[in-house]
C-alpha cells in the first residue's frame, strides 16, 4: 500500500517546530513512501489580526532547497502550502502569494472566523457556551464556502475543523450533523472548481472530516482526495495514514491522490 502524508508542518510555520529534514527522516521512520511539506501561509501576522504586508516565501524556498539538496531516502519529496484564510482579504492574499514558489500542493483552510467575531482563530478563541459554539460553527461554514467558490488551492483541510478545539479540546459535544445542506453546498463548489478534499488523520484522533461528510463527498462524485497527519512534530509524521486509507475504502473510496506541480497521482486504496 502506497503512504504518503500530505499535511505536515516544519519550522516553516509559526507553530512548527523541526527541519524539513527531521520530518523528512521521520517519514522514512514511519515507513512512508512520500511526504509533502505545507507549512502555514496566512493573510495576517502569526497569532494576531494584523493583516501582513509581505510573506517571506524566501524561508520556505531555502529550507526546501536544502532538504532536497542533502535528502537521499528513498521517501519522496513534495512542496506545499497550507494556505489560510482566503475569505479573510482575498485580494490581499492574492497579492501576497506573488513570489510564491512553484508549489506541488495547496491545502486550503479556514482557521479564523469573520468579522463578526473579530476574526479571532478558532485555535485561541474560548467559547462560553455551546450556543456560541453553534454561531461560530455557521460562521465558519460561510467562510469554508467563500473559500470553495474562490477555489485557488487544491484540496481543502480539516473540513470539521472546529471539533478539533470545541470538542477535543474544551469537551463541548458539537456537531456538523444540522448542516448537511451547507456542507453539501460546500462540497458542491469544491467539485465543480476541480478541487479536492483531504482526510486530515488529526495526528491519529478523530479524522477531520469523519465518514458521514466523505460518504457524501463521494456521492456528490468527489474524487480528488489526500490524507494528511497535520503533524507539527516529527512523531505525529504519518499517524493515522493507513487507518485513514480503511476509513476511505469503508466510505467506498477506491483510490486517493498525491499530487506534483498541482497535477494528481492516483493510487489504489
Ligand atoms: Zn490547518
Redesign the pocket.
Given at each position: 500500500m502506497y503512504l504518503a502524508d500530505y499535511h505536515t508542518h516544519s519550522r516553516v510555520s509559526p507553530d512548527g517546530h523541526v527541519s524539513m529534514l527531521e520530518m523528512a527522516s521521520a517519514a522514512l521512520e514511519a515507513g512512508l513512501n512520500e511526504i509533502c511539506f505545507t507549512d502555514h501561509f496566512e493573510p495576517v501576522e502569526p497569532r494576531t489580526t494584523i493583516p501582513r504586508k509581505t510573506f517571506d516565501w524566501a524561508a520556505q524556498k531555502a529550507e526546501y532547497a536544502d532538504v532536497t539538496a542533502r535528502w537521499n531516502g528513498p521517501v519522496k519529496l513534495r512542496l506545499g502550502l497550507?494556505l489560510?484564510d482566503s475569505s479573510v482579504d482575498e485580494a490581499l492574499v492574492e497579492r501576497l502569494l506573488v513570489g510564491m514558489p512553484e508549489l506541488d500542493f495547496i491545502i486550503g483552510?479556514v482557521?479564523m472566523l469573520s468579522k463578526k467575531f473579530k476574526f479571532q482563530d478558532l485555535a485561541w478563541i474560548q467559547e462560553p457556551d455551546e450556543k456560541t459554539c453553534y454561531a461560530e460553527l455557521e460562521d465558519y461554514l460561510e467562510n469554508m464556502l467563500q473559500m470553495a467558490r474562490w477555489g485557488k488551492f487544491t484540496v481543502l483541510?480539516?473540513m470539521t475543523?472546529p471539533m478539533r478545539y470545541m470538542n477535543d479540546k474544551r469537551g463541548f459535544h458539537v456537531s456538523m450533523d444540522g448542516y448537511g445542506a451547507e456542507v453539501e453546498a460546500i462540497l458542491r463548489t469544491l467539485i465543480e472548481n476541480g478541487c479536492g478534499i483531504e482526510v486530515n488523520t488529526n495526528r491519529g484522533g478523530q479524522p477531520l472530516p469523519g465518514a458521514r461528510w466523505l460518504k457524501l463527498y463521494r456521492r456528490l462524485g468527489g474524487e480528488i482526495i489526500t490524507l494528511g497527519s497535520?503533524a507539527h512534530r516529527p512523531e505525529d509524521v504519518g499517524r493515522g495514514i493507513r487507518e485513514g486509507q480503511a476509513l476511505l475504502r469503508e466510505c467506498g473510496f477506491t483510490r486517493f491522490c498525491t499530487f506534483e506541480k498541482t497535477k494528481p497521482i492516483w493510487y489504489a486504496l
Open positions: 497550507e489560510g483552510s482557521h483541510g480539516h475543523l497535520d
